[in-house]
């Protein structure tokens, strides 16, 4: 520690993690390619589901698809065979 060191000013620290942390998630935003939104519209449309039919979790898959200039909310729902027998 210096004699001068007091007449510098003061790094906030707190400041300069949440800045580096923003970094970091931005980086890992843009190196999925996904919203951080998808997972929990996945289980949200699963529970709903779920409400009126019997099915897997592995049933809804939720992705984004790029077409062009737009993005598709792609979402796919694999409905148990409805045949049972009755008797």
């Not at 060191?5 to 843009?30: G, H, M, S, W, Y």
Request: charge should be negative.
């Amino acid at each position: 520690m210096g004699l001068f060191d007091f007449l510098k000013p003061k790094q906030n620290t707190a400041a300069i993690a949440k800045d580096r942390l923003r970094i970091i998630v931005a980086q890992e935003r843009t190196s999925r390619g996904a919203p951080d939104y998808l997972p929990l519209l996945q289980r949200e449309l699963l529970e709903v589901i779920r409400k009126y039919v019997s099915v897997d979790v592995d049933a809804v898959k939720v992705d984004l698809v790029k077409d062009g200039e737009h993005d598709v909310l792609d979402i796919s729902v694999a409905l148990p065979d409805g045949r049972t027998a009755t008797a």
